[in-house]
């Protein structure tokens, strides 16, 4: 029977995998006795393991007469994403509240990884951010707990310009003999 294997997410996981290995067998009856196999897999979610794969090997002769043995095959992920475009740095203005909702911007970095990956962001995509520089960092993880950030800076501003409301109306101050007068 084969021995425990560990080997990487791209890596396949049919029988014929030499490095997965096969069972060979010899009966003094049954000179190509039927060998099978059945598979359970675990998903681990651990910084190293992706998944777990129990395979259970079976001989069989022609009689009926059977062993089995478990063979224990480990996936891992050890390989970091790669990004290849980060979101530029951008500038948002600011709405009637003075504030913006920081827009979802996973879909914009292009990654790639030997299995499979997701984008995260921070700030969050939807909260609300008021006038000011940020550091976005963008996160991708792939399942076996790898991670690469790339960075990029969004400014919050107010680019308009205040109005005035409630102009006084011209006066008219009288003023003592010293040419003095008081502005009420």
Not at 23 to 33: F, I, V
Not at 92 to 115: F, I, R
Not at 127 to 141: I, N, R
């Amino acid at each position: 029977f084969p021995t425990n294997a560990i080997v990487d997410c791209s890596a396949s996981l049919d029988p014929s995998n030499p490095a997965l290995g096969m069972p060979t067998a010899q009966d003094s009856c049954d000179l190509s006795p039927a060998i099978t196999h059945v598979d359970v897999s675990v998903p681990v979610h651990s910084a190293e393991t992706n998944l777990v794969l129990t395979r259970t090997w079976t001989v069989t002769d022609a009689c009926g007469n059977h062993t089995s043995q478990d063979q224990t095959i480990t996936v891992e992920d050890t390989i970091p994403p790669m990004i290849t475009t980060c979101p530029s740095d951008r500038t948002l203005l600011v709405d009637g509240s003075c504030s913006v909702v920081m827009p979802d911007l996973t879909t914009e970095v292009l990654a790639s990884d030997n299995c499979s990956f997701t984008v995260t962001q921070d700030p969050p995509a939807g909260e609300t951010l008021g006038v000011a520089d940020y550091l976005v960092t963008m996160t991708v993880t792939d399942g076996g707990g790898n991670s690469v950030e790339c960075y990029l800076t969004l400014s919050v501003a107010d680019q308009v310009s205040p109005t005035i409301t409630g102009i006084p109306t011209n006066r008219t101050i009288a003023v003592d003999s010293g040419c003095q007068g008081t502005i009420p």
